[in-house]
T-cell receptor, first 111, second 117 residues
Framework: GDSVTQMEGPVTLSEEAFLTINCTYTATGYPSLFWYVQYPGEGLQLLLKATKADDKGSNKGFEATYRKETTSFHLEKGSVQVSDSAVYFCALWAGAQKLVFGQGTRLTINP | DAGITQSPRHKVTETGTPVTLRCHQTENHRYMYWYRQDPGHGLRLIHYSYGVKDTDKGEVSDGYSVSRSKTEDFLLTLESATSSQTSVYFC????????????????FGAGSRLTVL
């Protein structure tokens, strides 16, 4: 079945470091891909999305490119801030009202 | 989150008792969802609704039932709570107008933390 695998966390970085959180997926067809972010004590909110191969989603300095050949959608940011500390979820829309999530990666940024 | 209210936000109950969580939306969207969030599992779909009185099961529906008698309210019921149902429960809505839209974006509520002793 459809599934999403994220890199194991937690991830701890210093402010201004480069961030990569890996995400790979397994799906039939061509799903839409998403990154959601969850700040402490809150629900998830959409960070960015891509709906077809080679699309690049971007928001708040974060980017991810839909790579069909490697079935990946890695999240990157060039210079992280303390305020980026959160849990990040990769997800795919598998159709039939099914949004499939990865297990989440907890990111902590130290000043 | 804007337009979605979950209640209660926190609940502690005992094994075997019934529990109902409520999700209320103010935006009149057709699709509503209940997810549970557990460490190491991300979020998993319990049930969803595609209209008043129209619901369907997700991947972890055993032990849960839902009802949607009004567009704005989606209730999740645990008929007899068990310790394995200790979790954080999130309601979400979809602003999609198509059942299989390829870019559905979900908006989530703030969550309801349930502890079953």
């Amino acid at each position: 079945g459809d599934s999403v695998t994220q890199m194991e966390g937690p991830v701890t970085l210093s402010e201004e470091a480069f961030l990569t959180i890996n995400c790979t997926y397994t799906a039939t067809g061509y799903p839409s891909l998403f990154w959601y972010v969850q700040y402490p004590g809150e629900g998830l909110q959409l960070l960015l999305k891509a709906t077809k191969a080679d699309d690049k989603g971007s928001n708040k300095g974060f980017e991810a490119t839909y790579r069909k050949e490697t079935t990946s959608f890695h999240l990157e940011k060039g210079s992280v801030q303390v305020s980026d500390s959160a849990v990040y979820f990769c997800a795919l829309w598998a159709g039939a009202q099914k949004l499939v999530f990865g297990q989440g990666t907890r990111l902590t940024i130290n000043p | 989150d804007a337009g979605i209210t979950q209640s209660p936000r926190h609940k502690v109950t005992e094994t075997g008792t019934p529990v109902t969580l409520r999700c209320h939306q103010t935006e009149n969207h057709r699709y509503m969802y209940w997810y549970r969030q557990d460490p190491g599992h991300g979020l998993r779909l319990i049930h969803y609704s595609y209209g008043v009185k129209d619901t369907d099961k997700g991947e972890v529906s055993d032990g849960y039932s839902v009802s949607r008698s009004k567009t704005e309210d989606f209730l999740l019921t645990l008929e007899s709570a068990t310790s394995s149902q200790t979790s954080v429960y999130f309601c979400a809505i979809s602003k999609s107008t198509g059942a299989n839209s390829g870019a559905n974006v979900l908006t989530f509520g703030a969550g309801s933390r349930l502890t079953v002793l």
